[in-house]
């Protein structure tokens, strides 16, 4: 990656400057009509975020690649083989495109000191990387909303996480049951060592069933064995001692202040003591939110307390939780259950018959959207504009509720037609004409009354 530039020869055969490009394997362009579920399902998470006072926040695409390796862990799938790593040919630096939120953020408020005035809750909308095999709902680049709540050590804000997943589920229109809560406590480092021991020496038992990935991490990582997708190793998984069995007291209190916030609120979810997740760091609460609308695929959002990921990366001793969303895994749920966001065609579509009439109609045009009317103009080919039928075709497929028509006729008595493109069968909807004099006066009558979104 890091020669690209000098690895090309420098002159090229005239007949590969022809060939079509296409996007790298596993990264999606994203583009209309698709586009626009994309913004609505981020005003959504826009107006969640605000709801719960999570403030925004944004890091670097790319980090030192140590940061994973120390935030994630060594013995992690995303660490060992789906990382995009390279070195920065101008100096040697040693970089990684980022595979997940949360450490770039939680160097961020380390090197920035930002918790200095107390803890904060924050979102970010972000961009991913991970070398995996594409599929559905599986790609190289892909997308999450990402919350922390950084210096909070209570188990009410891993429940509050937990529940704004919930209202974004509602907000979205998504139906509760096609989507189930798992939870589980990783108790803390301590527990975890004394179950390790207990896994270590099962696994050993059955050490004729490990696959070549579990022989490996049998003494590395023996946890991460849970976490594993092989079928023929399902039966020995299921078997092992749980984690749960090994919790101390303040951990299991923190476990049930977490399910206490839950049963209040009428949440169900479901204990599922085989739930690690990917990432080394996490400690106590752990939960997904699964779906069983998209195969193998089904995990939307996944998230847990993160105690010690500050002190792993030179920060101060700092409580911490989050998730994280699988953007492009929420709109492939969202077309499964059919729930559709809301049309946003422009309000009007300007007809402009000749080019005469042109500079008249842009400067009304702007007039109109100065006053927050959508306004869709009329563009023309190297043709020309088309004739007066092909532009209300055209006016027509926008979706807007009106043409302007800035014909000659009115044009000569400074006066636009207002047409009404969507008053029901009589093939020409009603119409009227407005001076453009006082065209602030009925601008406001050509707003769609829009739901806000
Ligand atoms: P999986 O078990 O499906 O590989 P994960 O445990 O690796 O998921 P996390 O790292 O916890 O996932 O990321 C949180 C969410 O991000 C996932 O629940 C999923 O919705 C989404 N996600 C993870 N990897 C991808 C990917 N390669 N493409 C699209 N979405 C992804
Ligand atoms: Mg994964």
Request: glycine share 8%; hydrophobic share 45%.
């Amino acid at each position: 990656m890091a020669d690209k530039h000098t690895a090309e020869p420098a002159e090229k055969p005239a007949a590969a400057k022809t060939e079509k490009l296409t996007a790298v394997k596993g990264m999606n362009d994203i583009l209309p009509p698709e586009s626009a579920r994309w913004e609505w399902f981020e005003a959504k998470v826009r107006a969640l975020m605000a709801r719960y006072a999570y403030a925004n926040v944004r890091t670097p695409i790319v980090e030192p690649t140590a940061l994973f390796v120390r935030g994630l862990g060594e013995v992690t799938d995303i660490v060992e083989k789906e990382m995009y790593s390279f070195v920065d040919a101008m100096n040697g630096d040693k970089l990684t495109l980022r595979p997940e939120a949360t450490a770039g953020i939680v160097r961020a408020m380390v090197e920035h000191n930002a918790l200095y005035n107390g803890p904060m809750r924050v979102w970010s909308a972000v961009t991913l990387f991970r070398h995996e095999r594409p599929q559905k709902g599986r790609y190289r680049q892909f997308h999450q909303i990402d919350v922390e709540a950084l210096g909070f050590a209570g188990p009410e804000v891993d429940a509050e996480q937990i529940l704004m997943c919930r209202a974004l589920l509602r907000d979205l229109g998504i139906p509760m049951e096609h989507v189930r809560l798992e939870l589980n406590s990783l108790g803390q480092p301590s527990e975890r060592m004394a179950h390790r021991a207990a896994l270590i020496a099962h696994f050993e038992a059955h050490a004729d069933v490990l696959d070549e990935d579990a022989r490996r991490r049998l003494h590395s990582n023996p946890l991460r064995i849970l976490d594993t997708k092989n079928p023929a190793m399902q039966a020995i998984v299921e078997a092992a001692p749980q984690l749960m069995d090994f919790l101390g007291e303040a951990s299991l209190a923190h476990f049930n202040a977490v399910r206490a916030v839950l049963d209040a609120v009428g949440l169900s979810y479901r204990i599922n003591p085989r739930l690690v997740r990917g990432m080394d760091y996490y400690n106590l609460t752990v939960f997904e939110w699964i779906t069983d609308k998209l195969g193998s695929q089904g995990t939307v959002c996944g998230g847990g307390r993160y105690d010690g990921l500050f002190e792993q990366l030179g920060g101060k001793p700092t409580p911490a939780v989050g998730w994280g969303m699988g953007v492009e895994r929420m709109l492939l749920l969202l077309e499964a259950v059919g729930a559709q966001p809301p049309l946003s065609p422009p309000d009007v579509y300007a007809v402009v018959p000749s080019a005469e009439a042109m500079p008249t109609a842009v400067a009304a045009c702007e007039a109109l959207r100065a006053a927050g009317v959508q306004v869709q103009m009329h563009a023309g080919t190297a043709e020309g504009l088309g004739s007066f039928k092909s532009q209300f075709k055209k006016a027509d497929a926008s979706g807007a509720r009106y043409a302007l028509v800035f014909g000659a006729d009115e044009l000569a008595r400074n006066e636009v037609t207002v047409k009404s493109l969507r008053d029901g069968n009589t093939g020409g909807g009603a119409q009227r004409t407005e001076s453009l004099a006082d065209l602030a006066a009925w601008a406001p009558q050509l707003l769609t009354l829009q739901s806000p979104a």
